[in-house]
């Protein structure tokens, strides 16, 4: 069974940062592109950023301020948030969109 685990989210202050990782087990990313979403309750599943091979994308709202990168040799993807604001607190998703694999999520809290 294909699984995700996301892991790294936590409680920061405005301005700070964390590192989320995502780790695939019984299968391999390396043809796949990885995607971050995110979620907060009552609102619907946001783009965040996805990666593949070179080809990067960012939400304009993370823009400058986020790094998506994988190493297809841990079979893991990461997303570096530096300069968090309130407004990015919600559930971090790391997932392969094509196959609807997603993982159980990691939650960030941005306080001002």
């Known amino acids: 069974q294909m699984e995700l685990l996301e892991s790294g989210g936590g409680s920061v202050q405005a301005g700070g940062s964390l590192s989320l990782s995502c780790v695939a087990s019984n299968f391999t990313i390396t043809k796949y592109r990885m995607s971050w979403y995110r979620q907060t309750p009552g609102k619907e599943r946001e783009f965040v950023a996805s990666i593949l091979g070179e080809e990067i994308n960012y939400a304009d709202s993370v823009k400058g301020r986020f790094t998506i990168s994988r190493d297809d040799d841990k079979n893991a993807a990461y997303l570096l948030m530096n300069n968090l604001k309130p407004a990015d607190t919600s559930v971090y998703y790391c997932?392969?969109?094509?196959?609807?694999?997603w993982g159980q999520g990691t939650l960030v809290t941005v306080s001002s």
């Open positions: 997932g392969v969109r094509t196959l609807g694999h």
